[in-house]
């Protein structure tokens, strides 16, 4: 796009945020106001707030029209997302008015889809493009308080009395204070912590908040403490039905920077902003005349990003890493106050983050596994990560999606979350059972007993919605009891039907599964045919955890050559070994050196990264695809945290590896 065409805009909600913004646009140097959706065009006076703009009739309409290069996005908090990348699919740059999405992993997904399409994406903080803004840093950087210790910073009004029919009540509109206006003291502590670094942001390590919940459930005033790694402490504080100072307040070694409403800066329409600096010596004030609208900055910042083919924005505009950074401390502050809105509920989130349907795909392969009746994707996906059922939804939905129906579930994951949120997985997104392949587990050490099997299988199966498994593994191996006994206990949950397809040891030896084998053809039982050990082009040197056992080395590549029996592993892609996280001069992560660093691993890595240089992907790749081109059964198990990683991981799917590629790999 040239330097002289202007970025032709479209506003989807036609809010009193959104005639602000136009405004903006009005005031630009690179924007033209074009359309304005609504799903109420015949809405008496709409116009008068948009003097030129087409009045369009739906969001769909105004995101097919070509004559429209930007849109901004002002509908209320939940449906941010999922407009957001409607728009971006349909080729569209977005501004979205904060915040970016309910929380990170939803705006993460947001950021993803728009870097795949090449089009920018970014959050819609004002104040960030202002000059008092940027002097604010300037002042932080060059010392003028001295060393940073504590900020403080509010954003409160009273909106005088419980309203249920106002938004900012609305449960089902993420009302309150937090996700509506905390966002700009917590953007704003986060921006200076940093500034104090010289960074562009930096992420608290703790947060600890508090918080008057309402009727409705959502938060009318709520303060937290934040303490970042440079020791800097910060308070911040919100409120709907508690008008607060809302003073920017930065207290350093040698005195105290003061703002009065630091996000309307010098004012809405221009004027003069006042930085005051109070020192042991006396005060001064700094004045920031600025005659520009408040808006006018941050929609030049976006047609400037566009006009250089960036994605995000630059500072001091939020980058990707920036929104979701501050969207973590919000989801942080909401989690230490137990503010989980119904919208965020299996109940009421019932289709994916672009508001459509969850139907399987078919881009996943599948492969036929010996002893399940259902043919199984070639990778099973974990998702033991994730703090809720909204965030572990937009994993689910996307592996689903794209063919993926191994899910790998435990008792003792998050206590029992993992499996709560996978049978509401499925209950909410209508999935057929019987098209899913469930992954169990149980009898996690301590309690590893042949008497545990039974009862953490009632409370599994409940909290998964099901009334059976299709692969069962127990977690852990006791060798004070006999295995027998272990195979017994197995051996009944086959015949009670609670474990329909296979079974066997996670963290087993060869020696303990051959003995258990032995014992059941012996005796006439079910015997274990499946195995859940790590398998890895990286070999463990020790164990991740207590108890964990690998199944890398050639003595049990012989064993699972001769046996056949599928391996379902973990870790198949060494924990970030094959990433730019480990290398030979790096010994930052505890975990990596002393689980995978050994002269064998590097040099296997040094090929990776070679054959990963010569196909054109990346090293990590490599690793999984060499998991899955071995002569026997291995079904890798994937945790992915983000969409980028998932979709990273089912690309190696795709890769193929010849039996000469997989035998160099080794060396």
Not at 367 to 381: D, F, N, Q
Not at 451 to 476: G, W
Not at 479 to 485: C, F, K, Q, R, S
Not at 587 to 603: P, T
Request: net charge negative; hydrophobic share 40%; with cysteine.
């Amino acid at each position: 796009m040239s330097s002289e065409q202007p970025i032709r805009w479209g506003i989807i909600g036609p809010g009193s945020i959104a005639r602000t913004f136009a405004e903006g646009i009005a005031h630009s140097t690179t924007g033209r106001l074009v359309a304005i959706a609504t799903r109420n065009p015949d809405k008496p006076r709409l116009g008068e707030g948009f003097p030129g703009a087409r009045i369009v009739k739906g969001y769909d309409t105004l995101l097919a029209d070509p004559e429209i290069d930007a849109v901004y996005i002002a509908t209320p908090h939940p449906s941010h997302a999922e407009w957001a990348i409607k728009a971006i699919r349909a080729g569209k740059h977005v501004l979205v008015e904060k915040p970016m999405a309910l929380s990170a992993y939803d705006a993460r997904s947001v950021f993803h889809e728009a870097a795949k399409a090449g089009v920018f994406a970014g959050e819609a903080y004002m104040y960030r493009f202002h000059p008092q803004t940027v002097r604010l840093v300037e002042l932080v950087r060059e010392g003028a308080i001295g060393e940073v210790r504590i900020i403080r910073s509010s954003f409160g009004f009273d909106m005088g009395l419980h309203r249920p029919e106002h938004r900012l009540f609305a449960n089902d509109l993420a009302g309150g204070g937090i996700l509506d206006v905390g966002g700009y003291p917590v953007s704003m502590v986060c921006m200076l912590a940093a500034a104090a670094d010289r960074k562009p942001f930096l992420e608290p390590l703790t947060v600890s908040g508090a918080a008057r919940l309402g009727p409705s459930g959502v938060d009318e005033w709520a303060s937290a403490l934040l303490k970042f790694p440079n020791d800097i402490v910060a308070e911040v504080s919100c409120s709907i039905l508690a008008q607060q100072d809302n003073v920017l307040r930065i207290i350093g070694s040698k005195g105290r920077i003061e703002v009065n409403d630091f996000w309307f800066a010098s004012g809405k329409q221009g004027g003069v902003g006042r930085i005051e600096i109070i020192m042991g010596g006396g005060q001064r004030t700094i004045e920031v005349e600025e005659e520009r609208h408040l808006y006018s900055f941050e929609v030049d910042a976006v047609g400037d990003a566009i006009r250089a083919g960036r994605t995000e924005f630059s500072f001091p505009g939020m980058s990707a890493d920036d929104s979701c950074a501050s969207l973590r401390v919000l989801d942080r502050w909401r989690a230490s106050v137990s503010l989980e809105y119904a919208i965020e509920t299996a109940a009421k989130r019932t289709v994916n983050i672009a508001g459509a349907a969850v139907v399987a795909g078919d881009s996943v392969p599948k492969r036929r596994i010996s002893g399940l009746a259902k043919p199984a994707s070639t990778v099973a996906l974990g998702f033991e990560f994730f703090p809720n059922f909204a965030s572990a939804s937009l994993t689910l939905d996307a592996f689903y999606e794209a063919g993926g129906n191994l899910f790998d579930t435990a008792f003792i994951y998050s206590a029992g979350k993992t499996e709560r949120i996978f049978g509401d997985w499925v209950t909410s997104r209508k999935v057929n059972r019987e098209d899913i392949v469930l992954i169990g587990k149980g009898a996690h050490s301590p309690l590893c007993y042949p008497d545990v099997i039974a009862r953490q299988l009632d409370q599994s199966l409940e909290r998964l919605k099901t009334d059976y498994v299709d692969v069962y593994f127990m977690h852990r191996d006791n060798l004070d009891i006999p295995v027998g006994e272990f195979v017994d206990a197995m051996d009944a949950e086959v015949r009670r039907g609670r474990i329909r397809g296979i079974f066997g040891g996670s963290n087993w030896t060869r020696e303990r599964m051959d003995e258990a084998i032995a014992y059941a053809e012996r005796n006439g039982k079910a015997a274990p045919t499946a195995l859940s050990n790590n398998f890895s082009l990286a070999q463990m040197l020790d164990p991740i955890w207590p108890g964990c056992v690998a199944a890398s080395d050639d003595r049990w590549k012989d064993w699972l050559m001769t046996r056949q029996i599928p391996n379902f592993a973990w870790s198949s892609q060494g924990r970030g070994f094959f990433t730019e996280r480990a290398g030979r001069d790096k010994h930052d992560d505890e975990e990596l050196v002393r689980v995978w660093y050994s002269d064998l691993n590097f040099e296997r890595r040094d090929r990776a990264v070679e054959l990963a240089r010569k196909r054109g992907c990346s090293p990590i790749h490599i690793a999984l695809a060499y998991v899955i081109a071995q002569p026997f059964p291995v079904i890798p198990l994937i945790g992915p945290r983000t969409m980028a990683e998932l979709e990273d991981s089912l690309s190696a799917i795709r890769i193929t590896l010849t039996p000469e590629e997989v035998r160099w790999l080794e060396g």
